[in-house]
Protein backbone atom coordinates (compact mmCIF):
# COMPACT_ATOMS: atom_id res chain seq x y z
CA UNK A 1 0.00 0.00 0.00
CA UNK A 2 1.34 3.46 -0.74
CA UNK A 3 2.14 5.64 2.19
CA UNK A 4 1.58 9.96 1.90
CA UNK A 5 5.29 9.60 1.71
CA UNK A 6 6.26 7.67 -1.01
CA UNK A 7 2.89 9.88 -3.05
CA UNK A 8 4.92 13.00 -2.42
CA UNK A 9 7.96 12.54 -2.82
CA UNK A 10 10.17 15.05 -5.49
CA UNK A 11 13.05 15.08 -6.77
CA UNK A 12 15.78 17.77 -5.68
CA UNK A 13 17.67 20.14 -7.44
CA UNK A 14 20.78 18.60 -8.70
CA UNK A 15 18.71 15.38 -9.38
CA UNK A 16 17.96 13.70 -12.47
CA UNK A 17 14.80 14.69 -13.84
CA UNK A 18 12.89 11.65 -13.51
CA UNK A 19 11.99 10.00 -17.23
CA UNK A 20 8.67 9.36 -18.53
CA UNK A 21 6.70 8.26 -21.48
CA UNK A 22 3.57 10.14 -21.80
CA UNK A 23 0.65 10.97 -24.33
CA UNK A 24 0.29 14.54 -24.72
CA UNK A 25 -1.65 16.50 -27.13
CA UNK A 26 0.83 16.63 -29.25
CA UNK A 27 1.16 12.78 -29.86
CA UNK A 28 3.46 10.54 -27.48
CA UNK A 29 6.38 11.91 -25.78
CA UNK A 30 9.60 9.93 -24.41
CA UNK A 31 11.35 12.21 -21.71
CA UNK A 32 13.93 13.21 -21.33
CA UNK A 33 15.53 11.41 -24.68
CA UNK A 34 13.19 13.73 -27.16
CA UNK A 35 15.07 16.97 -25.65
CA UNK A 36 18.23 15.76 -25.40
CA UNK A 37 20.07 19.17 -25.94
CA UNK A 38 17.56 21.36 -24.95
CA UNK A 39 16.44 23.07 -21.55
CA UNK A 40 12.83 22.13 -20.88
CA UNK A 41 10.32 23.92 -18.50
CA UNK A 42 8.00 21.07 -17.03
CA UNK A 43 4.95 22.75 -15.71
CA UNK A 44 1.63 21.28 -13.91
CA UNK A 45 -2.00 22.54 -13.34
CA UNK A 46 -4.49 21.68 -11.16
CA UNK A 47 -7.21 20.98 -13.84
CA UNK A 48 -8.49 22.06 -17.34
CA UNK A 49 -11.07 24.52 -17.84
CA UNK A 50 -9.87 26.51 -14.48
CA UNK A 51 -9.81 29.95 -14.69
CA UNK A 52 -6.17 30.37 -13.08
CA UNK A 53 -5.03 27.51 -15.40
CA UNK A 54 -6.40 29.58 -18.54
CA UNK A 55 -4.30 32.66 -17.88
CA UNK A 56 -1.07 31.18 -17.39
CA UNK A 57 -1.27 28.81 -20.66
CA UNK A 58 -2.73 32.04 -22.93
CA UNK A 59 0.80 33.75 -21.33
CA UNK A 60 3.21 30.48 -21.67
CA UNK A 61 1.50 30.34 -25.31
CA UNK A 62 2.54 33.89 -26.32
CA UNK A 63 5.84 33.63 -25.16
CA UNK A 64 6.81 30.08 -26.31
CA UNK A 65 9.04 31.81 -29.09
CA UNK A 66 10.66 33.57 -26.68
CA UNK A 67 11.81 30.24 -24.86
CA UNK A 68 12.45 28.67 -27.87
CA UNK A 69 14.89 31.54 -28.85
CA UNK A 70 16.29 30.11 -25.05
CA UNK A 71 16.49 27.00 -26.17
CA UNK A 72 13.81 26.28 -24.04
CA UNK A 73 10.65 23.99 -24.62
CA UNK A 74 7.38 23.87 -22.75
CA UNK A 75 5.90 20.86 -21.30
CA UNK A 76 2.29 20.99 -19.48
CA UNK A 77 1.01 18.35 -17.31
CA UNK A 78 -2.67 17.83 -15.65
CA UNK A 79 -4.64 15.00 -14.33
CA UNK A 80 -6.82 15.30 -17.09
CA UNK A 81 -7.23 13.25 -20.67
CA UNK A 82 -6.03 14.20 -23.67
CA UNK A 83 -9.48 14.99 -25.09
CA UNK A 84 -10.35 17.63 -21.95
CA UNK A 85 -6.94 19.06 -22.83
CA UNK A 86 -8.09 18.96 -26.73
CA UNK A 87 -11.58 20.65 -25.72
CA UNK A 88 -10.27 23.15 -23.52
CA UNK A 89 -7.74 24.72 -25.42
CA UNK A 90 -9.75 25.11 -28.61
CA UNK A 91 -11.43 27.04 -25.96
CA UNK A 92 -8.79 29.27 -25.29
CA UNK A 93 -7.77 29.78 -28.99
CA UNK A 94 -11.50 30.30 -30.14
CA UNK A 95 -13.17 31.98 -27.42
CA UNK A 96 -10.74 33.45 -24.56
CA UNK A 97 -9.35 36.95 -25.25
CA UNK A 98 -7.59 38.43 -21.90
CA UNK A 99 -4.65 40.74 -21.38
CA UNK A 100 -4.75 41.60 -25.92
CA UNK A 101 -4.15 37.96 -26.19
CA UNK A 102 -6.26 36.14 -28.24
CA UNK A 103 -6.99 33.34 -31.31
CA UNK A 104 -3.50 31.44 -29.23
CA UNK A 105 -2.82 28.22 -30.26
CA UNK A 106 -1.32 26.14 -27.59
CA UNK A 107 1.74 24.30 -29.41
CA UNK A 108 3.49 22.81 -26.70
CA UNK A 109 2.25 19.28 -25.37
CA UNK A 110 -0.04 18.79 -22.63
CA UNK A 111 0.38 15.66 -20.60
CA UNK A 112 -2.25 13.30 -19.93
CA UNK A 113 -1.80 11.81 -16.46
CA UNK A 114 -4.68 10.15 -15.52
CA UNK A 115 -3.07 7.56 -13.26
CA UNK A 116 -1.02 10.62 -12.04
CA UNK A 117 2.13 8.37 -12.92
CA UNK A 118 4.36 11.39 -14.05
CA UNK A 119 2.80 13.69 -10.95
CA UNK A 120 3.79 11.60 -8.28
CA UNK A 121 7.11 10.86 -10.04
CA UNK A 122 7.54 15.30 -9.70
CA UNK A 123 5.71 15.14 -6.32
CA UNK A 124 3.07 17.21 -7.65
CA UNK A 125 0.20 15.97 -5.50
CA UNK A 126 0.15 16.71 -2.14
CA UNK A 127 -2.72 15.53 -0.30
CA UNK A 128 -3.23 18.44 1.80
CA UNK A 129 -3.86 20.59 -1.17
CA UNK A 130 -6.13 18.13 -3.20
CA UNK A 131 -5.99 13.97 -3.21
CA UNK A 132 -6.99 14.67 -7.55
CA UNK A 133 -5.35 17.72 -8.61
CA UNK A 134 -1.48 18.48 -9.07
CA UNK A 135 -0.62 21.39 -7.32
CA UNK A 136 1.28 24.38 -9.33
CA UNK A 137 4.77 22.88 -9.86
CA UNK A 138 7.47 24.15 -12.37
CA UNK A 139 10.68 22.37 -12.67
CA UNK A 140 13.33 23.71 -15.06
CA UNK A 141 15.31 21.25 -16.47
CA UNK A 142 18.91 21.57 -18.26
CA UNK A 143 19.86 19.59 -21.19
CA UNK A 144 21.65 17.02 -19.62
CA UNK A 145 18.77 16.04 -17.59
CA UNK A 146 19.09 17.65 -14.41
CA UNK A 147 16.76 19.44 -12.42
CA UNK A 148 18.16 23.18 -11.80
CA UNK A 149 15.04 25.09 -10.20
CA UNK A 150 11.72 24.05 -8.76
CA UNK A 151 8.84 26.25 -7.87
CA UNK A 152 5.71 25.56 -6.49
CA UNK A 153 2.72 27.60 -6.09
CA UNK A 154 -0.72 27.30 -4.22
CA UNK A 155 -3.85 26.55 -6.70
CA UNK A 156 -5.14 30.23 -5.90
CA UNK A 157 -1.89 31.79 -6.89
CA UNK A 158 -1.00 32.12 -10.96
CA UNK A 159 2.73 31.91 -11.87
CA UNK A 160 4.63 34.87 -12.88
CA UNK A 161 5.91 33.89 -16.64
CA UNK A 162 8.94 36.51 -16.79
CA UNK A 163 10.52 35.35 -13.79
CA UNK A 164 10.44 32.09 -14.75
CA UNK A 165 11.91 32.88 -18.14
CA UNK A 166 14.50 35.65 -15.74
CA UNK A 167 15.40 32.25 -14.29
CA UNK A 168 16.14 29.79 -17.13
CA UNK A 169 18.34 33.42 -18.58
CA UNK A 170 20.70 32.90 -15.05
CA UNK A 171 21.01 29.54 -15.15
CA UNK A 172 22.08 29.93 -18.80
CA UNK A 173 24.70 32.29 -18.14
CA UNK A 174 25.61 30.57 -14.61
CA UNK A 175 26.51 27.59 -16.69
CA UNK A 176 28.32 29.63 -19.92
CA UNK A 177 30.06 31.97 -17.64
CA UNK A 178 30.31 30.46 -13.94
CA UNK A 179 28.99 33.43 -12.67
CA UNK A 180 26.13 34.04 -10.01
CA UNK A 181 23.49 36.36 -10.21
CA UNK A 182 22.42 39.15 -7.15
CA UNK A 183 19.49 40.03 -5.74
CA UNK A 184 16.34 41.20 -8.47
CA UNK A 185 19.27 40.60 -11.45
CA UNK A 186 17.96 41.26 -14.71
CA UNK A 187 19.73 40.62 -18.02
CA UNK A 188 22.56 42.88 -18.71
CA UNK A 189 22.93 44.17 -15.00
CA UNK A 190 26.45 43.42 -13.45
CA UNK A 191 27.05 39.60 -12.38
CA UNK A 192 28.83 37.92 -9.43
CA UNK A 193 32.24 36.59 -9.64
CA UNK A 194 32.49 33.27 -7.47
CA UNK A 195 34.34 33.78 -4.15
CA UNK A 196 37.76 32.77 -3.32
CA UNK A 197 37.65 29.64 -0.82
CA UNK A 198 41.43 30.39 0.14
CA UNK A 199 43.82 32.51 2.10
CA UNK A 200 45.79 32.74 -0.96
CA UNK A 201 42.75 33.50 -3.22
CA UNK A 202 41.60 36.23 -0.85
CA UNK A 203 44.99 37.85 -1.34
CA UNK A 204 45.34 37.55 -4.65
CA UNK A 205 41.91 39.13 -4.97
CA UNK A 206 42.59 42.22 -2.81
CA UNK A 207 45.58 42.94 -4.32
CA UNK A 208 44.60 43.06 -8.07
CA UNK A 209 42.62 45.05 -9.91
CA UNK A 210 40.34 44.51 -13.32
CA UNK A 211 38.52 46.44 -15.26
CA UNK A 212 34.95 46.58 -15.26
CA UNK A 213 35.41 44.56 -11.99
CA UNK A 214 34.61 46.14 -8.67
CA UNK A 215 34.12 44.70 -4.59
CA UNK A 216 32.27 45.74 -2.16
CA UNK A 217 34.17 43.29 0.35
CA UNK A 218 36.76 40.40 -0.55
CA UNK A 219 34.11 37.82 -0.82
CA UNK A 220 31.51 39.94 -3.10
CA UNK A 221 33.10 41.34 -6.11
CA UNK A 222 30.61 42.05 -9.16
CA UNK A 223 31.91 42.85 -12.43
CA UNK A 224 29.63 44.17 -15.68
CA UNK A 225 27.81 41.58 -17.87
CA UNK A 226 30.29 40.90 -20.97
CA UNK A 227 26.81 40.23 -22.81
CA UNK A 228 25.44 43.57 -22.40
Avoid at 70 to 84: M, P
Avoid at 92 to 119: C, R, S
Wanted: hydrophobic fraction near 40%.
Amino acid sequence: METESEQIRMPLIGDDAPSFTAVTTQGTINFPEDYEGKWVILFSHPADFTPVCTTEFMTFASMQEEFRELNTELIGLSIDSVFAHIAWLKVIEEKIEYKGMKNLEIKFPVIEDLKMDVAKKYGMIQPKASDTKAVRAVFIIDPEGKIRTILYYPQSTGRNMNEIKRIVIALQKNAAEEVATPANWHPGDDVIIPAPETMTGVKERLGKEEEGRYCLDWFLCLKKDSKK
